[in-house]
Nanobody
């Protein structure tokens, strides 16, 4: 069974930093594109950073560019999000995501349970 478990969320003052971690188990995630999403109250879930499996190409939402860094450790099946210079508008539940392209099935998305990040002004 596929499992993604996030950790590292919490309450921080504006300008502070947090590092989120996502532990993946149940499959070999080294071939999957992985990413971080977030959902603020009353808003839709949005993608904030992704990293591909092969070359490790990264992509960021404009609002987090230069502040957030996504990385992965394939050997440990871990995904990370380093968040610096946090702002109150970064307050949200953060979710880990993994995308599998399965032959004959198509795209399968796996999600963690989420971790709360709260930034006070």
């Amino acid at each position: 069974q596929v499992q993604l478990v996030e950790s590292g969320g919490g309450l921080v003052q504006a300008g502070g930093s947090l590092r989120l971690s996502c532990a993946a188990s149940g499959r070999t995630f080294s071939s999957y594109t992985m990413g971080w999403f977030r959902q603020a109250p009353g808003k839709e879930r949005e993608s904030i950073a992704t990293i591909t499996s092969g070359s490790g190409l990264t992509h960021y939402r404009d609002s987090v560019k230069g502040r957030f860094t996504i990385s992965r450790d394939k050997d440990k099946n871990m995904l990370y999000l380093q968040m610096n210079d946090l702002k109150p508008e970064d307050t949200a539940i953060y979710y880990c995501n993994a995308v599998e392209l399965r032959i004959g099935v198509g795209q399968l998305d796996y999600w963690g349970q989420g971790t709360q990040v709260s930034v006070s002004s």
